[in-house]
């Protein structure tokens, strides 16, 4: 049996070397690390690579469940995927052993609560985003496209999808300078 260990990181700001540090302390032989949000699994490539490396026996280490996953279903469907290769999940900071029932409980609750944090935090972050909107300090993001470009072709009598090829952008888009 061999430990393997997986790390990560939300933002480019944050440091990854201390979970690194703790899971080779842990026993941890390999570590694969990323710096990229854990709310989904698309792109994150380290994780990708060390689920395709475990076999039969071994075991994945964590510093804390939620630096594997965010949401009830990524967890689930990792914890699965690790189930069917015959491979244990361990979290340093939390009694986690996918072996036992106990441990199963145990996991499948902090998955709940990771993503309920997660939906807390995008919650506040709407709250501020619709206080700043209301007070005028918040605007959105940039067009994509030239607004005034699209308007002028439009007056030309040009359709959205030529407005678009001309541009190089969706229709949506041009729909959206149209508004």
Known sequence: MAAYGYARVSTTDQDVSLQVERLKAAGCEVVRAEQVTGTKRDGRS???????FLRAGDELVVTKVDRLARSIGDLQQIVQELRQKGV???ALDQPIDT???AGKAFLDMLGVFAEFETNLRKERQMEGITKAKAEGRYKGRKPSVPVDEVRKLKAE????S???K???VGRSSVYRALE
């Open 46 to 52: 380290e994780l990708e690579t060390v689920l395709a």
């Open 157 to 160: 009598g040009k359709g959205v």
């Open 88 to 90: 244990t999940l361990k």
């Open 162 to 164: 030529e407005i678009a």
């Open 166 to 168: 001309a541009l190089g």
């Open 99 to 101: 072996g036992t029932a």
